[in-house]
C-alpha cells in the first residue's frame, strides 16, 4: 500500500491536528498521523476528496499547499517554530539554525533565506524571534516560571537579552506584559 503526504499550511498548535482529524475522520479518509502542517495518508485521495478537504480546511483557516516554493517555506516554518518552542533533539539544539534548516530541507541556506524573505517579507532569523517571544508571552501568561527560566528554557543568553527582543517585539517589558496579563483575568467564580 502507497502512503501520501498532504502539506498543509497554518497549523501551528495542537487543536490544530484535532481540527484536522476529524474532518479527515468526516471525511472517511484513512490517515496514518497528522502532525504540525502534514497529514501522512494511507494511500493517495481522490480529486473530488481533495476538492472537499480545501473547502473544509479554508473554512477554519488552512490551506492545502500544492506549490512547491510554499511547501518548502511552510516547512521552514515548521522547523523554526519547533526550535523555538525547544522541541527538538539535544543534538539539533547545539547546531546553528542556518545548519538546522538546510540540513533538515536538503536546500542550500542562502537560496531558502532569499525564499523565505522574498515570499514572507521578513527573513527567517526576524520569524524566529517572533516565534520564541510568543512562547515566551505563554510561558509569562502561565506564570509558573520566573523570567530567568523562561530566558534559560529559550535558550537566551541573559534575562537582559531576552527583555530587550520582548520589548522589541512587543512594545511592552516582559514584567510589564504580565502584569496586564493577571489585570485582564477574572476569577471563574466571578465569570
Known amino acids: 500500500m502507497t502512503s501520501s503526504i498532504l502539506l498543509v499550511k497554518n497549523m501551528v498548535c495542537h487543536r490544530c491536528i484535532l481540527a484536522v ?6 471525511e472517511h479518509i484513512p490517515f496514518h498521523k497528522v502532525i504540525f502542517g502534514e497529514i501522512h495518508l494511507h494511500h ?14 479554508e473554512s477554519i483557516g488552512f490551506e492545502l499547499i500544492d506549490n512547491r516554493n510554499t511547501a518548502l517555506i511552510e516547512s521552514i516554518k515548521q522547523l523554526v517554530m519547533k526550535r523555538a518552542r525547544n522541541e527538538i533533539s539535544e543534538t539539533d539544539k547545539k547546531t ?3 545548519h538546522y534548516i538546510s540540513s533538515q530541507v536538503n536546500h542550500e ?15 527567517i532569523e526576524n520569524y524566529f524571534i517572533e516565534q520564541r517571544i510568543e512562547k515566551a508571552k505563554e510561558l509569562l501568561v502561565y506564570g509558573q516560571l520566573t523570567l530567568s527560566q523562561i530566558a534559560f528554557d529559550l535558550e537566551y543568553s541573559s534575562v537582559a537579552h531576552l527583555s530587550n527582543q520582548f ?6 517589558t ?3 506584559f504580565k502584569e ?5 483575568r477574572t476569577s471563574l467564580d466571578k465569570v
Open 109 to 123: 541556506y542562502t537560496y531558502l533565506s532569499s525564499l523565505f524573505s522574498s515570499v514572507e517579507g521578513r527573513t
Open 44 to 57: 493517495g485521495i481522490t480529486q473530488e476528496q481533495k476538492d472537499r478537504l480545501i473547502k473544509r480546511f
Open 167 to 172: 520589548k522589541k517585539i512587543t512594545g511592552l
Open 21 to 26: 482529524e476529524q474532518i479527515l475522520q468526516e
Open 180 to 184: 496586564i496579563g493577571k489585570a485582564k
Open 174 to 176: 516582559p514584567t510589564h
Open 96 to 98: 546553528k539554525l542556518s
